[in-house]
């Protein structure tokens, strides 16, 4: 799949490899008595997960009954995903795997699928002030088998402190339902984007003298350092910018190299300005 940053993409669709996979083998591991052995998807909290895989045991003559099933829910998946991901694949490799030593009990493999269909993911709130701008969000972002435990991680994006704790809670209850450890970290507080900020007038004054055009100021539905920032030093007044990145948090990942140096030089003429004013 193409994964993508879990904020500034999770509105545009795009397939959760962890969630297809639970989806197909919810159905399929009954019919052809499935059983997992190990699983691992996805790579990081902050980025929608791209890809997940299993080591899965079943009874020879069901093999076929099993690539049969793959193929017809790869067409599904290109069929749903045509115009946001349209590169979803789905396969069933025979080669290059050790028989594993151990399986999911049967009853702990139904609790998992259940689990990773259940757990929310997506957009949960769009911003009623900044039209476009996505509020609330949760990702399901990774699954790793590791001695005698299987892991998943998920985190939760939102501007509104109190939408963050409800999202968060969402996942928590999804996950005591299917008997497992639930433990939260420490996340991004949210912050309020601020159309009045005197900082944010400085950069839009500066802006064009620098490049003879007016800057495109926007909001952004991502964790920043200016969340914690401000949640230690309440009321401060911040803005972030910086040059141009696509495909963030994936193998894609770019940065603008010419951006950069735009950059730098707001930077400077901001600083400039704010020493010559004070």
Not at 64 to 83: D, M, T
Not at 165 to 177: N, P
């Amino acid at each position: 799949l193409q994964g993508g940053h879990s904020g500034l993409e999770i509105d545009r669709g795009r397939g959760n490899a962890l969630k297809l996979f639970a989806r197909f083998l919810i159905k399929k591991a009954p019919l052809l008595q499935v059983r997992i052995a190990h699983i691992d998807g996805g790579s990081k909290r902050n980025a929608i997960p791209r890809e997940c895989g299993a080591v899965v045991c079943l009874p020879p003559n069901n093999l076929e009954a099993l690539k049969k099933a793959a193929r017809e829910f790869e067409g599904v998946c290109k069929e749903e995903y045509a115009i946001p991901d349209p590169g979803v694949s789905v396969r069933v490799l025979e080669e290059g795997f050790e028989a594993p030593g151990r399986l999911l009990r049967p009853e702990l493999q139904d609790r998992l699928l259940d689990l990773l269909v259940c757990l929310p993911h997506g957009v949960i709130t769009m911003s009623p002030d900044i039209p476009g701008l996505v509020q609330t969000s949760t990702n399901l972002a990774v699954i790793t088998t590791e001695e005698g435990a299987i892991v998943i991680s998920t985190s939760q994006r939102s501007s509104v402190a109190t939408e963050l704790v409800t999202a968060s809670d969402t996942v928590a209850a999804a996950g005591r339902l299917a008997d497992a450890h639930v433990h939260h970290g420490e996340g991004y507080p949210g912050w309020k984007p601020n159309p009045d900020s005197p900082v944010l007038g400085k950069a839009k004054a500066v802006y064009p003298s620098l490049f003879g055009k007016e800057p495109n100021v926007t909001a952004i539905h991502a964790g920043l350092e200016c969340g914690i920032i401000g949640d230690r030093f309440p009321g401060m007044d911040m803005i972030s910018f910086g040059p141009t990145i696509t495909g963030a948090h994936s193998p894609d990942e770019r940065v603008d190299v010419a951006s950069v140096k735009r950059f730098w030089e707001l930077l400077v003429a901001m600083l400039e300005r704010a020493e010559g004013s004070s």
